[in-house]
């Protein structure tokens, strides 16, 4: 196994805080960038509207997992967050600006 | 957080793991147990053994229970009598959440005694018997078995190296964590297909972002387009007279193209009413979502739900794949074997965890955190497989003629649990709860087709043999087998004394 | 019968291909297996893996012979890797 450099001293309480801004960036802002990741591929996919809305629902889930995943390999907490919303907000805008393009039949 | 991607991912799978594990086990019994649902709904009905359901299904004598048990219910349903499940079920449900059930013999239409059946685990598998916030438990917990999924393949480093390995004999944490290993990995695929789809099931309830981004949020337009079913609204006046549903089941088969399974009364106090039918999923991997609908006063023809499209074909695909109600009883039998590997993967999962804190679970009392894991382990995965087993044993004991009788098998069930898991919590503090909840296990298990003997004239081993009802047979030969497997554990914990963890304490680990 | 040789036709697949491996040859045959036996079970085990493919599908058809095959195909692992654990001293 390759050899690890030791962890630099972080006081326990601030360890724990960010195992809990983790756990709460994979819960609720993994869920936020499913929410708009969906939203998205709602307008983005080529299909009848009522097949985007499954496929892109279906899909949620792998989004939501590859997101609490990428939380717990992220270098910070901040970092996870900061990506998660970005990403999630951009990608819900889209269908936001332009509610005509996701709900087109 | 941690100095490497390999040391964040074991810590994610560690703990989504533990958080997740005791529940997922419960959901993973369950879902095993329901692979066979319905063939123990139908040993549970000893008074049925040695019928037939006939050839036609009859809904009539459900639907006159239905009207006297709940004449203003929002909607009374009831499935026909198969070969897999021979009682006629009815439901009627009120519109304040109530529900009445009730078994009829499918050709006499007799009421049969009810039990809670095979459909008890099917629902404690997906809902823990909690309704919608349960429903929300179970999908949280689906979640977290695949973010543990993705991260134990992260993190297994050897993990083609390793496929074959299993070294029971190295004992203590090697010997789990391989058998961990093994059952996680060469069923993979399942694991991951269980999770996936489990959640996909219920994806309406937990995914919103597609159906505000396409419609607005109008759930109702969402329906009508995915599946085409048919709703017609109240119109305030009663209903003159209900037509047949018998006189009805051979139309609805030829239009359908397929058997009729099951049949319904929408709002059957209201002039509105409607009289549906729908098919079994046993013809294709996809659930056949297909319904036509008559009208309830005069039984005419009003509509039939269109072919779904590919997304909605999807959907019913992956919702097909878990429910595994296709490929006759062998693929059950497959499903039910991967299951286990299932539950064998979380429990040894579990001591895995346990066992690599074994000086500091020891040295920490009972009342502590690791106190909770160490009596949660046993009272959940000792415990449970005791309570299912006591249901079985209360499904023979209880009066027939017991009122609530279903209610009362579950009662059985939830207090065996209960007297378990505080047994087993207490016997391991001296090192052998263990073996003493398998023990009991195996006895209960091994003595079941003797119960059975003596409890009933025709349901037995030696007479469903004879009548080559080998569906009823199988369940008590299964009890059999699981009971010597049951044994053969209690067995390898014989004369244990201390928990391991105080003897691995002792040693110096 | 059709499952039952499909299901060995898939052990015989992971039997195969797992004797590839030292670790696993060793035991069973006292020694590792020279580098063209390597080559040679493991090709066969991938042959035979695909057989047991076609066995299903040409079986049970497009829809139902994969899911048949993975289900045998697991189960055969665990029944094999469960062997090997009996058998290895």
């Known amino acids: 196994m390759a050899r690890v450099a030791a962890a630099p001293a972080v006081p326990r309480r601030r360890q724990r805080a960010g195992v809990a801004s983790r756990v709460c960036a994979a819960l609720f802002g993994g869920y936020f960038l499913a929410h708009g990741a969906t939203a998205f591929l709602t307008g983005a996919l080529p299909f009848a509207r009522v097949d985007r809305v499954i496929a892109a629902s279906l899909l949620a889930f792998a989004v939501w997992c590859a997101a609490a995943i990428y939380v717990f390999a992220a270098r910070s907490a901040w970092r996870a967050w900061g990506t998660l919303l970005l990403l999630g907000g951009a990608l819900l805008a889209v269908p936001m600006l332009f509610p005509g393009w996701a709900s087109r039949p | 957080m941690k100095n490497s991607l390999l040391q964040s991912m074991a810590w994610l799978h560690t703990w989504a793991g533990l958080v997740a594990g005791w529940l997922l086990f419960a959901i993973f019994v369950g879902g095993t147990l329901a692979c066979f649902d319905k063939e123990l709904d139908d040993w549970m009905r000893p008074a049925l053994h040695g019928t037939q359901p006939p050839e036609t299904p009859r809904f009539d004598a459900a639907m006159a229970w239905a009207r006297e048990r709940m004449p203003d219910a929002h909607a009374w349903w009831a499935h026909a009598g198969t070969a897999r499940d021979r009682a006629v079920t009815v439901h009627a449900a009120h519109d304040d959440g109530t529900v009445a059930s009730a078994a009829l013999d499918p050709n006499t239409g007799a009421l049969v005694p009810d039990t809670a059946g095979g459909s008890f685990f099917f629902e404690l598998h997906y809902n823990l018997h909690a309704g919608t916030p349960g429903m929300y438990v179970v999908g949280l917990a689906g979640m977290l078995m695949l973010v543990a999924l993705v991260a134990g393949v992260l993190i297994h480093k050897r993990i083609f190296k390793d496929f074959f390995t299993f070294r029971p004999r190295a004992g203590g944490q090697r010997a789990w964590l391989d058998g961990h290993n093994f059952t996680a990995v060469l069923a993979l695929p399942f694991h991951l297909m269980i999770a996936y789809s489990g959640v996909a099931i219920f994806v309406a309830s937990y995914v919103f972002g597609g159906v505000q981004a396409g419609y607005g949020g109008d759930m109702a337009k969402f329906w009508e387009e995915a599946g085409g079913y048919y709703e017609r609204e109240e119109v305030g006046r009663p209903l003159p007279r209900l037509h047949s549903l018998d006189a009805l089941v051979a139309d609805a088969q030829r239009r359908m193209g397929a058997p009729v399974d099951w049949a319904s009364v929408h709002h059957p106090d209201d002039a509105s009413a409607v009289i549906q039918f729908g098919t079994r999923h046993d013809r294709a991997v996809a659930w056949d979502m297909q319904q036509v609908t008559y009208d309830a006063s005069d039984g005419r023809f009003l509509h039939q739900t269109p072919p779904p499209g590919p997304a909605f074909r999807t959907y019913a695909f992956l919702g097909g794949l878990h429910m595994v109600q296709f490929g006759g009883s062998a693929l059950r039998w497959l499903y039910f074997l991967l299951g286990l590997c299932g539950c064998a993967m979380i429990a040894s999962g579990m001591q895995v965890w346990v066992r690599k804190r074994a000086a500091r679970v020891a040295r920490a009392g009972a009342l502590s955190g690791h106190g909770l894991v160490r009596a949660l382990n046993v009272g959940v995965v000792g415990g449970m497989p005791l309570a299912c087993v006591a249901m079985l044993w209360a499904n023979r004991l209880l009066p027939p003629g017991l009122p609530a009788r279903a209610d009362a098998e579950v009662q059985a069930f939830c207090a065996a649990w209960i007297l378990a898991a505080l047994w087993g919590a207490w016997a391991e503090r001296r090192g052998h709860g263990w073996r003493d909840l398998f023990a009991t296990t195996a006895a209960a298990l091994l003595l079941l087709p003797v119960l059975n003997l003596l409890t009933t004239a025709h349901s037995h081993l030696p007479a469903t043999l004879a009548r080559g009802e080998y569906a009823l047979a199988a369940v008590d030969l299964t009890a059999l087998a699981l009971g010597l497997g049951f044994a053969a554990l209690a067995w390898r914990l014989r004369g244990r004394r201390m928990p391991h963890a105080a003897r691995a304490v002792e040693a110096g680990a | ?89």
């Open chain 3, 1 to 89: 019968m059709n499952l039952l040789a499909g299901f060995c036709l898939c052990a015989l697949a992971w039997v195969l291909l797992s004797l590839g491996l030292p670790k696993h040859h060793q035991p069973l045959f006292g020694r590792p297996p020279a580098p063209r036996a390597r080559r040679g079970l493991r090709a066969a085990g991938w042959a035979v893996l695909a057989a047991s493919f076609a066995w299903f599908v040409a079986g049970r058809g497009w829809e139902y012979g994969p899911v048949f095959w993975l289900a045998a195909l697991m189960l055969a692992a665990v029944a094999w890797v469960l062997a090997l654990a009996a058998v290895a001293r």
